[in-house]
């Protein structure tokens, strides 16, 4: 069973910053593309960021600039640094593949207020 322990979250001021971490297990991490997805009630998850095994990167636009993924495959976890946090970015975020397995971690809530 593959699972995914998400940490990190908090409440932060606008423009603010949050580092996240995810460990997975059960799973061969280091073949997957890893990824970070997030939620806001009543709308479907999204994926914001996501990288291969060999480090390429892509960001959804609303993030780039801002966040930065990373990942560490001797630990089987993946990092999102999230800088200039806006209201906007407050969501339940996840970690997963890009092409996500049907197991879910808890999430970690992320909320941006003033």
């Known amino acids: 069973q593959v699972q995914f322990v998400e940490s990190g979250g908090g409440v932060v001021q606008p423009g603010g910053s949050l580092a996240l971490s995810c460990t997975a297990s059960?799973?061969?991490?280091?073949?997957?593309?890893a990824a970070w997805w997030r939620q806001v009630p009543g709308k479907d998850r999204e994926l914001i960021a996501q990288i291969t095994r060999g480090g390429d990167i892509k960001y959804e636009d609303s993030v780039k600039g801002r966040f930065t993924i990373s990942r560490d495959n001797t630990k089987s976890s993946v990092y999102l640094q999230m800088n200039d946090l806006k209201p906007e970015d407050t969501a339940v975020y996840y970690c997963n593949a890009a092409v996500p397995f049907n197991d879910w971690g808890q999430g970690t809530q992320v909320t941006v207020s003033s």
């Open positions: 059960g799973v061969y991490f280091t073949v997957i593309t």
